[in-house]
């Protein structure tokens, strides 16, 4: 099953088949920010976290720094490169 949250500045997915999740900044339209989990463990904490967190300002650095506090660790790199 995915899920996903979106706002203006970034939307985000989670693959439970996969165990990943993954996202993109909606703002940077020149270098369109990219990252994606580099770990399966605390996938499903992470994300719940992540939802009771999200809001309309929520930024992908944010929700990056949301996952590393459950260990999600995260890579995140440029699409434009």
């Not at 899920?3 to 997915?13: A, E, G, M, S, Y």
């Not at 930024?59 to 890579?75: E, P, S």
Request: net charge negative; proline share 1%.
């Amino acid at each position: 099953m995915k899920h996903q949250l979106i706002n203006h500045n970034c939307d985000v997915f989670f693959d439970e088949e996969d165990k990943s999740i993954n996202g993109r900044d909606l703002t940077d339209h020149n270098n369109e920010p990219t990252f994606y989990s580099t770990k399966k463990r605390g996938l499903k904490k992470g994300w719940e976290q992540l939802e009771k967190e999200w809001n309309q300002y929520m930024t992908m650095y944010g929700a990056i720094n949301i996952l590393n506090k459950f260990n999600c660790q995260c890579h995140s790199y440029c699409a434009i490169d």
